[in-house]
DNA sequence: TAAAGAAGTTAACATTGTTTACTTTATTTT
DNA sequence: AAAATAAAGTAAACAATGTTAACTTCTTTA
């Protein structure tokens, strides 16, 4: 015999597929995910998937699109509330950055590391301003510009720098580069503080109401 | 016949399996480094690698102890030049740090990226502040903390700070986030002033006398 | 109800890293 | 110098991975 009847899955085994691949890179590292891992947790055969995914770029690129789209729904919102002060709105949405790249890193990886960097680039260009994060802070600098909180050169250069910032912070920690986490509290104070214009004062004291990463994610 | 006598490497193959990985990565992904690469590029067996490596892992360990070896041989003398203005060696370590990403992007991803990254912790805790990249940079955070140049907080703050700077950054051009070099001079130069301290009024005519990244890596 | 297409399976392939058994070269011992 | 031993190579086979081709079963539709 060749197949029992309970074995046919109808039209939600792609987001399955999908769905597993999220669950298991919450835990392991995204080069542990195989073809094997995703047919022995679905119950499918080897080659199942391709009847969804025209290779397994695809299927990583399709986990990708929806990481993406987690992302910017986590970051945008905050960035764009507009019943919070601009300050508090930026720093919330650094403090957000880091947490979901401590919280989901294998994720992160996948997102902004270098294999799929092709797709990413169509991602970002593609989404506008409303949905896409960096869009979104785009659009907050081009605000803080404005209200005299960051510097007045061009807002992709700044929009870019503290991307940067964010992401190579988020990327230290990630990647073992620091041993200890009480520590990053201090120091997203200090990137904080320098990414804001140097006339102000208020800086730390406004940053300093909100809550720190170390803390928060070490009792998740 | 089993072997013609030219095939016998004596005593330097396991130097030519690096000094082609390297040559091969200069040019190609990491992960288009495969042992049959290799073997073909020394004109040896599938396996004679194993002569000399107890695994691929092993030989890429190998690479990156070398490549941090030239990654702080470039970066360590020029912050310990004592004949340059500590602004200008600071401004001239990012420049070249970032320079370094640009040139040699597969190694700076193997070197500073996840897969690899407890072989980093020992040689970074191995490495004194004499060799190292990050302890020369550390000992300089100091040398400018002391003479007004940067933030007084904590030395491992700011000098984490800095690095994460600059390796996000890095990470953001070479993983193909930014379309157009020519803003890299501009986002630099920001990038470079954020980090010194705000009294300091000097810091744009001075960074301003050095070279720029964009012209400089574009006519090499 | 028959045909067609979608969604599975099985079996085979090439590529990869790796191991084992074997051979050749180099070195050391007697 | 001859013999023994170690070092350095090869060939052949493995398991794991992504992938494809040929086949089967379920679902839909004309």
């Known amino acids: 015999m060749f197949m029992n009847k309970s074995n046919f899955h109808h039209g939600n085994l ?5 769905k597993h691949s ?16 995703l047919s022995d947790a679905t119950g499918t055969s080897r080659s199942a998937i391709y009847k969804h ?17 987690k992302f910017d729904h986590m970051l945008a919102p905050i960035l764009k509330d507009k019943n919070e002060p601009l300050v508090d709105r930026f720093y919330k949405a650094g403090f957000e950055y880091i947490k979901f790249a401590k919280t989901h890193p294998n994720l ?9 960097y092709k797709l990413r680039e169509d991602l970002i260009s593609i989404n506008d301003e409303n949905c896409s994060g960096f869009g979104a802070l785009k659009v907050a600098v081009i605000e803080g510009q404005d209200a005299g909180l960051l510097k007045k050169e061009s ?14 912070l988020s990327s230290l920690i990630i990647d073992g580069f620091m041993d200890i986490d009480k520590d990053i509290d201090t120091i997203y104070e200090e990137l904080f503080n320098s990414m804001l ?4 004062d208020s800086k730390v ?16």
Request: glycine share 4%; aromatic share 12%; hydrophobic share 45%.
């Open 14 to 18: 792609k987001e399955e597929f999908i």
């Open 22 to 37: 999220f669950k298991f890179i919450e835990q392991n590292d995204v080069d542990k995910l195989t073809l094997k891992v």
């Open 53 to 69: 995914f025209r290779s397994k770029d695809k299927l990583m690129e399709a986990i990708i699109i929806s990481g993406f789209n």
């Open 108 to 116: 992160y990886r996948l997102l902004f590391g270098h294999k799929y």
């Open 155 to 168: 807002a992709m250069t700044r929009t870019i720098l503290i991307w940067s910032a964010l992401h190579g």
């Open 197 to 200: 214009e140097s006339t102000l």
């Open 205 to 220: 004291k406004i940053a300093s109401k909100l809550p720190f990463i170390g803390s928060l994610i070490k009792h998740k």
